[in-house]
């Protein structure tokens, strides 16, 4: 019998998964009788979730299984266990869109014990609104003084592309519907589909969200999206296009927490929209400020740091009214709002051609109003656009290949969306599970998202937070180092070894890029401390950093204590952020007149330069070692880590440039496959095949162990350009550029991808939709290798090392470096052979150009640039390497051998099907034999 007449829980319940992001958007209602209930549109596809207490405690995470995912069916029972973790969701797929009622049936005697109660699911069709009648008055008012501003889009001097030409250019046409997202760079993001207004996006800040969808009027008959033939994706928001000759535009405002919604029409007509607004009616009061309302929250469900008002005003003269559905049919039959929710229309007085309306959300009345007034003001919704194209082309590449030059735009623009204010300046890991700033990922992600864009503010403020966060507790093991995650400002976690070396590595890129003199001096303390920390905790006799076997980027745990991917204690892409953090701090003593501690700290990395190449390097094999096991022996694992041996270094190289090209061919032809490069060789036997939806193993068992991870492309890419194979690496980056523009979210690139496609041939998705390190380094790729702008400006050198695939027949390029200067170039080939450079400065300077040119051996040649003010014309023959400077032939220094002998013709692995994985020959295979191995448990 069940005697559970009140809440089981003092915890609050909500419904978790795909269709509300895994936030706090479904409560669940107790009704009583030991059941919890709560009413969700669901669009007619395949759903994934939990049932949760809010912060996904253990013992209230619940799922139908621990290890797998469970399909849940209308009408049945489920019966829920505590399950928490990732890949063992409920899956239900809803027959047809509408509402579903997900009914929690808990019973027992009594909640003190939960282990006691039992916990039955079902979904049934259909429900009713649970809320309570209304306890206000609807309101309706009229703004007829507003401001007629409107502001042109300023173009930049040829050849940069002017706007209009630049966005027609990026649109990403949809004829079906296609997801997307964006970032306020405040806290928040959206996250949508087009082409529906069932789950059809929601702005979210922390786990909640307040803007949804929105509908558009035409003299009062509403724009179907679901019926709209095309949909444009831009880089500053989504435009959906009607048979009517209407089109309904959605921004997500950079940099504030706003939007701007609006509708175009081809003649003057009655234009309205009506957002759909995460407010109940019950819980919320309105009231009127000079040019529109402003709504509020009620006090008891507000929440620090969040949004609690939200503030409506529009463009032309406007009526503002809160309706209900038997007005507007629409709302409930198209749009499928909630009864109890606010649904506000707001309509032109008079017949208009556009009308945009604007919402500011914030966490005082007076700042909401402030930011509505000042959206009017200056035209926010040009200002927005203008915003997105000077950041797209503050640092402008754009070659004859029109698909790349989409691509590497769109990237730039998915990479400014992880950038965010939330615990101080950081950039977010993924959307839509790690919307937290991750140390590691940060600073992978840094010089894609900043540097090479020219944003050396975000870059120094990126650096200065995590510093500032630096652990100074000398009697910890984790002293000297930044946090490896902050997911608030009270839950820091230091639990990694590379997230602190690669600030270190970024530090000195963003001083390169900057030249800025005084950051050096600035910083110096912080390498100080982190080298100290090492020497304390982490350094052995061969002057390796030691570390835990789940604690390099490979830190997949089983149940979140044993290690999925053993890398203990001596990994090779740790020892080499060691290396290069030690060369860092030598470059850094000598700025800081402190000779003692550079000698000391080049002494230190001349240590492990000659104990790696001895230790990791088997001549004999020809392989060099994933890692060092603690008795010294090497694993020889083939994982794609080796490459950053050869592209994490600045000037010195770990391994010399013979051994670095046998690197380089091992690893490409054993685990490069045209889409991505696999985490581990599918000749190993633990190799998996495939990474989510597996009955075989819980996906995090794949995670690194087969698994491609979008970010690996970006140091494999380095690797090939550093021996001269642009081409081959290129095949590689426009596979890159399909997934950007075309498969998943648009303008986006997922986490990763399943090592092997399907039974069609097609790529699979996996690990968040969008992740951040991933787009990154296909815009450093761009910049930084094909392009090869490296700027040095400490030694007050810029060097230009272009790296050219033989696809690109023309490019028009304005790169970035110091407080405003930059370097223009414009290349093209009079002939196939020929290679032409026109290069100047944007503004007069003392720097020198160091230019690197790549021939058709593969071999490299340098020449020093007298820049005048008018620049230089520069011309190679890529097969005699001659060059000529404005005419005149000039001597040009080899500066890298030719290395094709070592390499040979490179080409992409293929999957081999004949294979039996011993992986899929079971249950849990890899489970077992890691709870076999003996690992050190690990919690943090």
């Known amino acids: 019998m069940n005697d559970l007449v009140s809440a089981p829980y003092i915890e609050q319940l909500y419904v978790k998964g795909t269709f509300n992001g895994w936030g706090d958007d479904s409560p669940m209602s107790f009704v009583g009788?030991?059941?919890?209930?709560?009413?969700?549109?669901?669009?007619?596809?395949?759903?994934?979730?939990?049932?949760?207490?809010?912060?996904?405690?253990?013992?209230?995470t619940l799922s139908a299984d621990k290890q797998k995912s469970t399909v849940c069916y209308l009408d049945n029972n489920q019966a829920l266990v505590p399950a928490k973790g990732i890949g063992n969701d409920l899956l239900f797929t809803a027959p047809e869109t509408g509402l579903y009622t997900i009914s929690l049936l808990i019973q027992g005697s009594s909640a003190d014990d939960a282990s006691t109660l039992s916990h039955q699911l079902i979904i049934t069709a259909g429900g009713e609104d649970l809320g309570a009648e209304l306890n206000r008055e609807l309101i309706s008012a009229q703004f007829n003084k507003i401001p007629a501003v409107s502001k042109p889009l300023n173009a930049k001097p040829a050849p940069v592309l002017s706007p209009n030409a630049l966005f027609e250019q990026l649109a990403i046409r949809v004829e079906d519907s296609a997801s997307f997202a964006f970032g306020d760079n405040v806290d928040g993001f959206y996250e949508g589909t087009t082409q529906r207004f069932v789950v059809a996006g929601k702005y979210r800040h922390k786990q909640g969200w307040y803007l949804g969808s929105f509908g558009s009027f035409v003299n009062n008959v509403i724009n179907d999206k679901a019926a709209a033939p095309i949909a444009d994706i831009y880089p500053y928001g989504v435009t959906h296009h009607y048979d009517n000759q209407s089109s309904d535009t959605l921004m997500l405002l950079s940099q504030q927490r706003g939007a701007a919604l609006s509708v175009r029409s081809a003649k003057p007509s009655m234009l309205m929209i009506a957002p759909q607004l995460n407010?109940?009616?019950?819980?919320?009061?309105?009231?009127?400020?000079?040019?529109?309302?402003?709504?509020?929250?009620?006090?008891?469900?507000?929440?620090?740091?969040?949004?609690?008002?939200?503030?409506?005003?529009?463009?032309?003269?406007?009526?503002?009214?809160?309706?209900?559905?038997?007005?507007?049919?629409?709302?409930?039959?198209?749009?499928?709002?909630?009864?109890?929710?606010v649904k506000p229309v707001i309509e032109t007085v008079h017949a208009e051609t556009d009308f945009t309306v604007y919402l500011a959300f914030a966490e005082s009345e007076q700042a909401a109003i402030d930011q509505a007034t000042s959206l009017l003001e200056k035209d926010g919704y040009t200002s927005h656009i203008q915003q997105t194209y000077d950041m797209l082309t503050?640092?402008?590449?754009?070659?004859?290949?029109?698909?790349?030059?989409?691509?590497?735009?769109?990237?730039?623009?998915?990479?400014k969306v992880f950038v965010s204010n939330e615990f101080g300046k950081g950039i977010w890991a993924g959307l839509p599970w790690f919307k937290d700033c991750w140390g590691r990922d940060s600073f992978i992600a840094l010089p894609g998202i900043t540097l090479v864009n020219g944003d050396f503010s975000d870059a120094k403020a990126i650096i200065d937070n995590f510093a500032s966060m630096q652990l100074t507790d000398v009697s910890s093991m984790n002293y000297g180092r930044i946090p490896?995650?902050?997911?608030?400002?009270?839950?820091?976690?230091?639990n990694t070894t590379d997230g602190t070396p690669w600030m270190v590595r970024e530090l000195w890129d963003y001083l390169r890029y900057s030249g800025d003199e005084a950051y050096a001096q600035a910083v110096y303390p912080v390498v100080q401390t982190y080298i100290d920390g090492i020497e304390k905790n982490y350094l052995d006799e061969f002057g390796f950093m030691t570390h835990r076997d789940p604690d390099t980027w490979m830190d997949a745990k089983l149940e979140g204590k044993l290690p999925w991917s053993s890398r203990g204690n001596r990994a090779n892409d740790i020892q080499v952020l060691w290396f290069t953090s030690l060369m860092v701090a030598v470059e850094l003593a000598k700025l800081n007149d402190d000779e003692a501690s550079a000698t000391h700290y080049l002494m230190m990395a001349d240590k492990v330069q000659a104990s790696f190449q001895s230790m990791f390097w088997d001549q004999d094999k020809g392989l060099l070692a994933d890692r060092l096991k603690s008795d010294n022996s090497g694993d020889f694992q083939i994982r794609p880590n080796q490459l950053m041996t050869i592209s994490v270094p600045f000037d010195k190289p770990l391994v010399d440039d013979s051994i670095g090209a046998q690197i380089v061919k091992n690893a490409v032809s054993e685990l490069l496959f045209p889409w991505g490069i696999t985490s581990l060789s599918q000749h190993d036997a633990m190799f998996h095949p495939y990474h989510d939806n597996r009955d075989e193993y819980h996906k995090d068992a794949a995670y690194h162990n087969g698994t491609v991870w979008g970010w690996n492309s970006g140091f494999t890419v380095s690797s090939l350009i550093r021996y001269g194979y642009a081409d081959f690496a290129y095949e590689l980056s426009k596979n890159l550029a399909e997934q950007v523009l075309y498969i998943g979210h648009r303008g986006a690139m997922s986490e990763n991808l399943d090592a092997f496609t399907n039974k069609e041939g097609e790529i699979t998705t996996t690990g968040t939709y969008a992740q951040a390190w991933s787009v990154s380094e296909f815009t450093r790729n761009g910049y930084q290798d094909y392009l090869g702008f490296l700027p040095e400006l400490m030694r007050n050198a810029i060097t230009f090392s272009p790296c050219l695939p033989a696809q690109w027949q023309m490019f028009d390029a304005d790169v970035a470096f110091g407080q405003s200067n930059g370097l223009k170039v414009t290349f093209c080939r009079p002939e196939n052979a020929i290679q032409r450079y026109q290069l100047c400065y944007r503004e007069s300077t003392t720097v020198v150009l160091e230019l690197t040119l790549t021939a058709a051996d593969h071999a490299k040649y340098q020449v020093v640039l007298p820049m005048s003010e008018g620049g230089a014309v520069v011309e190679f023959n890529t097969q005699t390497a001659v060059v000529s400077l404005n005419g005149i032939e000039v001597a040009a220094k080899r500066v890298q051998e030719s290395y094709t002998d070592k390499i040979g013709v490179l080409a992409f692995s293929k999957p081999d099907l004949s294979l039996e994985f011993p992986m899929l020959q079971g249950q849990h295979v890899l489970q077992q034999q890691v709870e076999a191995c003996n690992y050190v448990s690990v919690v943090d």
Not at 485 to 490: G, H, I, K, Q
């Open 394 to 415: 503050n640092s402008y590449l754009w070659t004859s290949d029109i698909e790349y030059n989409r691509a590497l735009m769109w990237a730039k623009a998915s990479g």
């Open 279 to 341: 407010l109940a009616i019950n819980a919320s009061t309105v009231t009127e400020f000079a040019q529109g309302v402003v709504y509020a929250l009620d006090p008891a469900l507000r929440q620090d740091n969040t949004p609690s008002y939200i503030a409506i005003s529009a463009n032309k003269p406007f009526s503002f009214k809160e309706t209900v559905f038997a007005d507007h049919p629409a709302l409930n039959e198209h749009m499928h709002l909630n009864s109890n929710h």
């Open 484 to 494: 490896n995650r902050v997911t608030s400002l009270s839950n820091i976690i230091y």
């Open 33 to 60: 009788e030991g059941r919890y209930q709560a009413v969700i549109c669901l669009s007619a596809d395949q759903h994934s979730f939990k049932i949760s207490d809010q912060q996904g405690s253990e013992a209230l």
